[in-house]
């Protein structure tokens, strides 16, 4: 039942608010609601044993005929994708306080419905469910750039709204393909597992779900969407998309692919991490000339989820342990990324690095709050960044020891460009021009966040421990 | 005693909290008190733990699970062993006068308490990098030192020149870190653990599950991350620029602490390199001509800290020459005895820059004896030490490293005193050219000059003293003494059986030409500097072989051509062209292709993503109809 609260209960509000788009008290309302859902994936953690696989589940008839089941779940995995999205987004929605737009109750709203279909994706054991949240958490996404948008909005989210969709068809595809191969049709996470595809029409159906993954996430050279998207959304757009929603593409790899077709996977995943790797420094490449501190961010986003996608190709335990422990860690300091593009947005208008410089003295909280994130964005150890990577990277080099030379580079690179758009855009001789530092509604949102740097920093295990028992009996290799 | 091990390191990190935080609340008198206490009681505390360590035991403490994956896990934990212990004296001792130091030096700085701040952390994370049990905690510190490092050269960031120092010093170090955690992961992959306690276990084989290849590759990665952190070529190229640093950051970070912990890391896996031969002659050529090169750079350079920079370059290089020839202890000894005299050295070039009212260009002092006669005896000695005149420190430690190269070839030798007398010669030009002489400083400058306060001359006089016995720590036998420092630190540090075809006449010998030879270097110096009073020339005026010294053998220019701009320049490209134009129009153009190409067949859509949303929208709603319906 109470998967089914956490899930339901930000669509239904999200619903509701959209119903009175010109209301002033939708933020507070939006936040409650959050904060509820929130708490109630905290409660779960309590009841949670990590060794009992898929727990808090129900499983109901919804189409009989088409074997379409309503059924939900965590395991592991998906607490933590769960604790993840559901803590990341009172802290979103917290994140905008300070703004006034037009039509604020569909605005809330519409993050509120993203936040529960990005629930149900991380919930869903029945494959056809799945399909409906992943696409369901598409359309607010489109609507928050379309109408709060920055430049060539309509343009930008009609883009990434076709990329994505156009990606996820082959999956469609895939799926009714995988669910009428039982005599009575399911798409059941358990009875698809039993199903003994040919080898040929398994990598099929493995290279549909791929792209798709591979669009969402977005993995070179199937990211081009992203930077503009990421730079002209709404910042609470933007967290929402690179903090949680690009973790329903990494998650899904786990969640769908290593169960269903590991062996397709296996035989072209070689490939598949090479064309990731080299994403990887070629992103960061890119990130180091970047002008506009938004965009350079998309681009480290862009390097950082692609070691995690390669973790996961790994297919082995250190990868995807790794790869968890990275979304959580990537979800938090894009939070955080965004959030400090937002204060100099707010405070400067603009996100030009040349034109930003000589703040760290006349605003030294903002200026720690925007190093630690650096930190652990470089994935310094003792900060979030740290353990994921290294197990990312050491599951890499286990499988195959140039991967990590190569992803490798992204940990130079990564210094590189993220001091160096430090010292340009905080260093230097103290600014003339006023800024003012961070006041209550900054400091409450960075203050969980920089917590969650240090603290997962110390105790990564926390999440391993939730995690491990989960992953042990995922893989193979 | 043995159970506050945990309160070693955390002493200086709850200090880091407490100044951090309060930095701007803080009087000035309370921050230097306590980032200075914290220090101290962390030293009070390591000398607490003699007792086991002396009876050769090893400590440990285990806090909490740390990191974990499928077949291994490390531990939040701690060991103490003779070698660990040593370290510990030396960073928390040379710390704690170094901390006492500050205060003065930095009294009248406005961001004094945040300096006081990012030296606690980095004492933190230093000694988390010795103490440490197992090479995860190791590369913790590793990183940590490395980002306190990096606030302190650009400590004083509206200079942007300070700022670029501190980028590098940065990203030079990640270059060596990558190598550094390659190896981590081949140990890994190899051994299945990171716990000193599991790969170095008493009777444990090695050899049982890696091949010498495997050992070879794994030292050399742990020598590329050595190479940045201790300076050594090809990564040295950070240490001088760092330099940029508040002095007091010169002598702890740049001289007597963060940059010997690649000698720490090949001492901690010497079961590693003595595997690999191979590693190992790469570890003595690379040392070799690390501080050959290194020093010739020092013969020409004009600031009073760049001289000591490349001398700290050229001195590693030396300590990398001795682990490559085996001479561990006679490394680690030389590390100890170094971090006495050349951060008496850097506290010493401080003095003088604090009494110059922040000149550090040694053409515009001279005859500064007389106006800093404190600074001057100190100076002297450091000087002294650093250029082996018994039985100063330096002689000790460097005469047993030199005569281990003999034991190995006698062009070796030849090679290394070559170094050595280098550094004599620019040592002593730089102390002729500060402290004798007519003064070349202005007269602004002049007027001002006084002698530091007792808060400074108190730790540089320790450190002399330091600087003058630190030898007696491994007085050889020949000389009546027991090789005290080789005896203690052998539970850890065990070193191939001693050579004994060296005759003591031999050594005698061996011993008094290298003396000889250095007093002959000093007369030169003396020759050209006193008796000609040769000032060095204007950069610009440096010609031939002079400029290229000057100049650092151009490595920085070669190094922006080779790497930076190309960096650049493809960043560029690919961002503003490949990126946006190539990638992505292929993208679009597939777009527009199907859309055209659709339409051309069925002229039934139009690309609105409206009618999508509606189809999307209206399927969920068959959905839910069918439910109902059947």
Redesign the interface.
């Known amino acids: 039942m109470l998967t089914s609260f956490v899930l339901f209960l930000p669509i239904i509000g999200g619903l509701l608010l959209t119903l009175f788009p010109g209301s002033r008290v939708s933020k507070w309302q939006a936040l409650i609601l959050s904060c509820v859902a929130a708490g109630a994936s905290i409660s779960m953690l309590t009841g949670f044993d990590p060794n009992a696989g898929k727990q808090f589940g129900i499983q109901l008839q919804?189409?009989?005929?088409?074997g379409?089941d309503f059924h939900v779940g965590v395991d592991g995995i998906g607490l933590v994708l769960l604790l993840l999205n559901n803590l990341l987004c009172p802290i979103i929605i917290l994140s905008t306080f300070k703004q006034t737009r037009d039509h604020e109750g569909l605005f809330y709203g519409l993050l509120l419905v993203m936040q529960g279909a990005m629930t149900g994706v991380f919930v869903s054991y029945d494959l056809f469910l799945y399909y409906?949240f992943w696409?369901l958490a598409l359309?607010p996404a489109?609507f928050l750039v379309l109408l709060w948008g920055t430049g060539e909005r309509s343009r930008t989210?009609?883009?990434f709204?076709?990329?994505t969709?156009v990606g996820s068809l082959l999956m469609l595809v895939g799926i009714i393909y995988l669910g009428v191969q039982q005599e009575t049709p399911s798409f059941e996470l358990a009875v698809l597992q039993s199903v003994q595809l040919s080898p040929s029409a398994s990598v099929l159906v493995m290279l549909g779900f791929m792209l798709a993954y591979a669009i969402k996430i977005p993995v070179f050279?199937f990211h081009?969407?992203q930077?503009d998207t990421y730079v002209q959304a709404p910042t609470a757009g933007t967290m929402m998309m690179s903090g949680i929603m690009l973790k329903m593409g990494l998650f899904s790899i786990i969640r769908w692919v290593l169960p269903l077709m590991p062996d397709a996977l296996f035989a072209h995943s070689s490939w598949m991490i090479w064309l990731i790797v080299i994403g990887i420094a070629?992103a960061s490449?890119?990130?180091?000339?970047?002008k506009d501190l938004k965009r350079l961010f998309a681009?480290a986003s862009i390097a950082h989820v692609g070691l995690i996608a390669a973790g996961i190709l790994t297919q082995?335990?250190?990868g995807i342990?790794g790869a968890v422990l990275q979304m959580v860690a990537h979800g938090v300091n894009a939070v955080g990324l965004f959030y400090i593009c937002q204060v100099l947005m707010e405070r400067r208008g603009t996100n030009d690095i040349a034109s930003l410089g000589?703040l760290?003295?006349i605003a030294?909280w903002f200026a720690t709050a925007y190093f630690i994130v650096l930190?652990g964005t470089v994935a310094?150890?003792?900060t979030n960044g740290?353990?994921g990577e290294?197990?990312l990277?050491?599951s890499l080099?286990?499988r195959y020891?140039p991967w990590?030379?190569v992803a490798?580079?992204g940990?130079?690179l990564g210094?590189?460009y993220m001091?160096?758009s430090y010292?340009e855009s905080m260093?230097?001789?103290?600014s003339k021009a006023d800024f003012a530092d961070l006041d209550g509604i900054d400091k409450l949102v960075f203050l969980p966040i920089l917590a969650a740097i240090i603290l997962l920093g110390?105790?990564?295990?926390a999440i391993?421990h939730l995690v491990?028992p989960t992953?042990?009996a995922l893989v193979r290799y | 005693m043995e159970n506050l091990i945990w309160l070693i390191p955390t002493l200086p990190l709850l200090g880091f909290t407490v100044l951090g935080l309060g930095a701007r609340s803080l009087p000035k008198g309370m921050a230097a008190f306590i980032g200075c206490g914290m220090i101290v009681a962390a030293f009070l505390l390591s000398v607490g733990l003699a007792g086991p360590i002396f009876s050769g035991e090893s400590l440990s403490q285990d806090l909490f699970t740390w990191m974990r994956g499928s077949r291994w896990s490390v531990n939040f934990g701690f060991q103490v062993d003779q070698l660990s212990w040593m370290m510990m004296l030396v960073i928390t001792g040379v710390g704690a006068l170094i901390h006492v130091y500050s205060a003065g030096y930095m009294h009248d700085d406005e961001r004094h308490n945040y300096f006081f701040a990012y030296l606690n952390l980095f004492v933190f994370f230093m000694l988390l990098l010795v103490m440490g049990n197992n090479y995860l905690l190791l590369f913790a510190g590793w990183e940590g030192v490395g980002l306190c490092s990096y606030l302190l050269i650009g400590f004083w960031f509206s200079n942007n020149e300070y700022n670029d120092a501190a980028k590098k010093a940065f990203v030079m170090n990640r270059v060596g870190d990558l190598g550094f955690l390659l190896g981590l992961f081949l140990t890994l992959t190899v051994f299945g653990s990171l716990n000193y306690s599991e790969l170095f276990a008493e009777g444990a084989d090695l050899e049982a599950y890696g091949s010498t290849a495997i050992f070879t590759a794994i030292t050399l990665l742990f020598i590329v991350g050595a190479a940045g952190k201790s300076a050594q070529i090809p990564l040295y190229t950070w240490l001088p620029d760092a330099m940029a640093g508040p002095t007091p950051v010169s002598a702890l970070i740049h001289a007597a602490t963060m940059v010997t912990a690649g000698i720490y890391l090949v001492l901690r896996s010497l079961a590693f390199f003595e595997l690999a031969p191979f590693t190992l002659n790469v570890l003595m050529w690379l040392g070799l001509a690390t501080s050959i090169f290194a020093a010739t750079i020092g013969l020409k350079q004009n600031d009073i800290k760049k001289v000591l920079a490349y001398s700290t370059v050229s001195q590693l290089g030396l300590m990398f020459f001795a682990l490559g020839l085996g001479a561990y202890v006679a490394a680690f000894f030389h590390l100890v005895t170094h971090a006495f005299f050349k951060a008496l050295l850097f506290l010493g070039a401080g003095s003088v820059i604090h009494g110059m009212s922040g000149e550090q260009d040694i053409r515009k002092m001279g005859a500064l004896r007389k106006v800093l006669p404190v600074t001057f005896i100190v100076f002297l000695i450091g000087t002294l030490a650093i250029a082996g005149i018994p039985p100063f420190a330096g002689f000790v430690s460097k005469d047993q490293i030199l005569l281990a190269a003999y034991e190995h070839s006698p062009v070796l030798f030849a090679l290394g005193i070559g170094a050595s007398l280098l550094t004599t010669f620019y040592m002593f030009r730089l102390l002729f050219l500060v402290f004798y002489g007519q003064s070349r400083a202005d007269h602004h400058a002049l007027e001002h000059a006084h002698e530091s306060p007792l808060s400074m001359t108190l730790p540089l006089g320790v450190l002399a003293v330091l600087s003058v016995v630190g030898g007696f720590l491994n007085w050889p036998g020949l000389m009546g003494g027991n090789f005290w420092l080789q005896n203690y630190l052998s539970p850890v540090v065990k070193e191939a059986e001693k050579h004994h075809h060296i005759s003591h006449s031999t050594e005698w010998g061996l011993m008094g030409l290298v003396v000889a030879l250095v007093l002959a270097t000093i007369f030169l110096a003396y020759q050209k500097y006193i008796s000609k009073a040769a000032v060095p020339a204007e950069d610009a005026n440096e010609a031939g072989v002079g400029k290229v010294l000057n100049q650092k053998y151009y490595v920085d220019e070669l190094y922006d051509a080779v790497f930076v701009k190309p960096t650049q320049a493809l960043s560029a490209w690919l961002g503003r062209i490949f990126d946006p134009k190539i990638l992505d129009g292929l993208v679009n153009g597939t777009g527009t292709g199907l859309v055209a190409f659709s339409s051309a067949i069925r002229k039934i859509q139009d690309g609105a993503v409206g009618i999508y949303l509606f189809i999307f929208a209206f399927g969920i709603l068959l959905l839910l109809a069918f439910q109902f319906l059947f």
């Open positions: 919804w189409l009989p005929t088409l379409v409906i696409e359309i489109y989210a009609m883009k709204f076709l990329y969709l050279p081009t969407w930077p070629y490449v890119i990130a180091i000339q970047q681009y082995r335990a250190d342990t000589g760290r003295q030294p930190l310094l150890p003792l740290f353990p290294f197990m990277l050491s080099f286990e020891w990590a030379l490798g580079t940990v130079i210094a590189v001091l160096k010292q260093l230097g001789a103290p110390l105790l990564p295990n391993v491990q992953i042990e």
